[in-house]
């Protein structure tokens, strides 16, 4: 099943603050995040675990409630290199492998 | 010092013509995926080998194949390319499982145009 982000686009001004969230409706393990710029592959930004452990990007910052099976990715103090879209993944039964939601466009302005 | 190497990066073929795409890895990791992107979506998991167990997804076409002869290079053969099969191909790697808690690495993508 895709998880569901929100929102679907967000545009910045430099300097601003974001939050994207991410939903689940079966119970979640970890959640993973990645960033594709266009025209390019998706790159690692973070992977949330159950039980609080965290991997990733020292510069963003997440959340992961378990029992509410969200996720939350904050940027804050956006840069332009933060523009571009925004996938959150969570394993599918098995944990074998990932399915990714829709993602949420981020465009960051000067 | 590219990772995850993918060849070609663009490539044009006819309806119906066989293509194949390519990956190969520098890393060592266990598993190798195949996406299927299209335009404004999220990435398509079409199959993933573990090591040489191969897993398909229930819903991958069967005009879509794939083989892993060994550790490094992975194949992605499309026998008869119709026009909905256009999009970009993405290839990533991780060590272990997504359960494992390991990131995935993705290589550039090849971008097939079905004429």
């Known amino acids: 099943q895709q998880p569901v982000q929100s929102p679907q686009a967000v545009i910045l001004r430099e300097g601003e603050d974001a939050v994207i969230n991410c939903s689940s409706s079966k119970a979640l393990y970890s959640v993973h995040w990645y960033r594709q710029k266009h025209g390019e592959a998706p790159v690692f930004l973070m992977i949330l675990l159950k039980g609080g452990e965290q991997k990733g990007h020292e510069k963003i910052s997440a959340s992961f409630n378990e029992k509410k099976q969200q996720s939350s990715l904050y940027l804050t103090a956006s840069q332009l290199s933060y523009s571009g879209t925004y996938f959150c993944g969570t394993p599918n039964s098995g944990y074998s492998t990932l399915t990714f939601g829709k993602g949420t466009m981020l465009l960051v302005s000067p | 010092d590219a990772m995850v190497i993918q060849n070609p990066r663009y490539q044009v073929t006819q309806f119906g013509k066989p293509v194949t795409l390519s990956c190969s890895q520098t890393?060592?990791?266990?598993?190798m995926y195949w996406y299927q992107q299209k335009s404004s979506q999220a990435p398509k998991l079409l199959f993933h080998y573990y090591d040489k167990d191969f897993n398909n997804e229930a819903d991958t076409p069967d005009n879509f194949q794939s083989r892993r002869p060994n550790t490094s290079f992975c194949f992605l053969d499309i026998r008869s390319p119709g026009l909905g099969d256009a999009a970009m191909y993405l290839c990533?790697?991780?060590?272990?499982?997504?359960?494992?808690?390991?990131?995935?690495?993705f290589g550039p993508g090849t971008r097939l145009t079905v004429t």
């Open positions: 890393l060592n990791h266990n598993v």
């Open positions: 990533a790697t991780s060590r272990v499982r997504a359960s494992g808690g390991d990131e995935q690495y």
